[in-house]
């Protein structure tokens, strides 16, 4: 960014952006930044936001490009189903990058359980009102591992991409189907469910996109995704009351038969990124190499199954 967004210059762009009337008593802070992000909290009385300024040049990424307009149609549609909190402003901030702001009432607590988590996202994937201008994506066992092969294919000095080109699925293991296709949430996990005064609500659909709902309950119980949140990985038994919670059960059926692709596509990419980024950002390789290696343990542990 050619200029840093201070917390002062923040602060003064969003009393023109929120109709709040007490900036007396509002109190921001900035919260842990992400790989394509910075984010602040706003707190004022009985009501919080969240501001997200993206970093330029994140949109460049063969799984996961960063779309921030495309989170702002999200919430303008997502909201009215009570799925996400409300787009509050979405404008250019004064150090000229996208910034987004949502809004909710503040909660009394903050703790999400697996099942309220499973019937969230399983409300998300019953909805029929379509998403504007959002990505196609990878969807369904031979596309996923198609792209896979795309990202390895661009890392060919990689020993670790020989390594898990043995560990591929093979194609015919799932019969091809034609997939039809809605909106997938993508980074789907505890950490992008927010408690909210008014229940449970997704965030983060910068990476959303027109595919498979499998992709999502793929991406719960990803422990590779788990640790790039910051999460620990679901235990076996929270990933079983996951599964039984969620309302389409043929989903959880197909998930099942089709997951260790995406889980393979995953850890690709982790190699891709892990690869890719050793000279330009050490701290988020290394966290890369992190969840590739949670990807890898999981899939060998489906296959002794």
């Not at 394509?36 to 707190?43: E, V």
């Not at 020989?162 to 809605?182: C, F, I, T």
């Not at 050793?278 to 390789?285: G, I, L, R, V, W």
Request: proline share 8%.
């Amino acid at each position: 960014m050619k200029e840093q967004l201070s917390d002062s210059s923040l602060l003064g762009f969003l009393e023109t952006q929120l109709p709040e009337a007490d900036w007396d008593n509002a109190r921001l802070r900035p919260l842990p930044v992400a790989y394509t992000c910075r984010f602040w909290r706003l707190d004022v009385p009985g009501r919080s936001y969240v501001i997200k300024e993206f970093f330029p040049e994140a949109e460049d990424n063969p799984l996961f490009p960063t779309l921030p307009r495309q989170e702002a149609d999200a919430l303008a549609v997502l909201s009215r189903h009570q799925l996400s909190p409300e787009l509050e402003a979405f404008a250019v901030s004064p150090a000229g990058t996208p910034v987004l702001v949502y809004g909710y009432p503040s909660p009394e607590h903050n703790e999400i359980d697996v099942s309220e988590a499973a019937a969230l996202i399983g409300r998300f994937a019953a909805l029929k009102e379509p998403g504007q201008g959002h990505q196609t994506v990878p969807a369904g066992y031979h596309e996923v591992l198609s792209r896979g092969d795309a990202m390895l294919a661009a890392i060919p000095q990689s020993r670790k991409a020989a390594n898990l080109k043995r560990l591929r699925p093979q194609d015919n293991a799932v019969e091809q189907k034609p997939v039809e296709r809605s909106l997938v949430h993508r980074s789907f996990c505890l950490g992008t469910i927010l408690a909210t005064g008014e229940g449970a609500r997704l965030i983060d659909w910068q990476f959303a996109g027109l595919g498979d709902p499998v992709e999502d309950i793929v991406g719960f119980v990803s422990p590779g995704l788990a640790t790039l949140y910051g999460l620990h990985p679901l235990v076996a038994h929270a990933e079983d009351m996951f599964l039984q919670a969620y309302p389409v059960q043929q989903t959880v059926q197909r998930f099942l038969e089709e997951r260790v692709g995406y889980h393979w596509c995953f850890a690709a990419y982790c190699l891709f990124r892990h690869e890719t980024l050793m000279t330009s950002n050490a701290p988020a390789a290394r966290a890369y190499g992190r969840a590739l290696e949670e990807e890898v343990d999981l899939m060998l542990r489906l296959r002794a199954r």
